[in-house]
């Protein structure tokens, strides 16, 4: 699928679910949780034991080019990418982008080469430069809990170009605040997870995700 339109896919859900796990066959099925629950850009983590494996699988049941409403519709990532190894190996496995949680040069000009979006992660306005400079489209703002949601708009003073996706922290109380401060997306961890972790009923996950779909959905005003 064209990098333009997987980008346009997430910033129009604008919830991305970052999953971590023991194994690939747990994450999946947290994948599978997330999208039912209407959370349908899914991160793979690299942390994950094989998690090379669960991005084969999922992106085997998903198709990002499906209707955004189907049951088919979802699309697969890595995330915790940290060199362009991974990157290569995670988009040969079908991942569809690329998120990382700091700025690594040769990871961006990887998934450059292969016209995948890849969201490099920033902190400073520096690194924010060097992302856009590099051609990184979307950047990840982690961790977001280091900041206020007001960070965006402070950010975008001096870089009004920018799109910023903030992970690390985000709740199903404070997404409306991260979006209405300008976020393009956010990133979501163990908020959406957590609790299907310790009660060991993955349909906790679908039921959390159902919350941030509409929370998202409040945020935009649809
Ligand atoms: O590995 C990465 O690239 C990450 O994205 C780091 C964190 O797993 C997410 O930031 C989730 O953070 P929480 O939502 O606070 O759990």
Not at 104 to 126: A, F, H, Q
Request: net charge neutral; with cysteine; proline share 6%.
């Amino acid at each position: 699928m064209k990098k333009i339109k997987v980008l346009q896919r997430i910033l129009d859900c604008g919830v991305v679910a970052v999953l971590r796990g023991d194994s690939p066959e747990q994450v999946v099925e947290m994948a599978e949780q997330a999208i039912a629950g209407g959370v349908k850009i899914i991160e793979i983590t690299m942390t994950v034991p094989n998690a090379l494996q669960a991005i084969e699988r999922l992106s085997r049941i998903y198709n990002p080019e499906a209707p955004m409403d189907s049951e088919r519709f979802a699309v697969i990532g890595a995330g915790t990418v940290l060199e362009p190894h991974t990157a290569r190996m995670a988009i040969m496995s079908g991942a569809q982008f690329v998120v990382s949680p700091a700025l690594n040069e040769d990871t961006i000009k990887l998934c450059n080469l292969y016209r995948i979006p890849v969201m490099p992660g920033v902190v400073t306005i520096s690194d924010l430069l060097k992302g856009l400079e590099l051609g990184a489209d979307v950047m990840k703002l982690f961790p977001g809990n280091m900041f206020e949601p007001s960070i965006i708009k402070t950010f975008k003073g001096p870089v009004p170009q920018a799109n910023l996706m903030p992970t690390g922290g985000v709740s199903v109380d404070n997404l409306g605040d991260w979006i209405a401060g300008g976020a393009v997306a956010v990133g979501i961890g163990s908020d959406l997870t957590s609790e299907a972790l310790k009660t060991g009923d993955m349909s906790k996950i679908r039921d959390k995700a159902a919350q941030y779909t509409e929370a998202y959905r409040r945020a935009k005003g649809y």
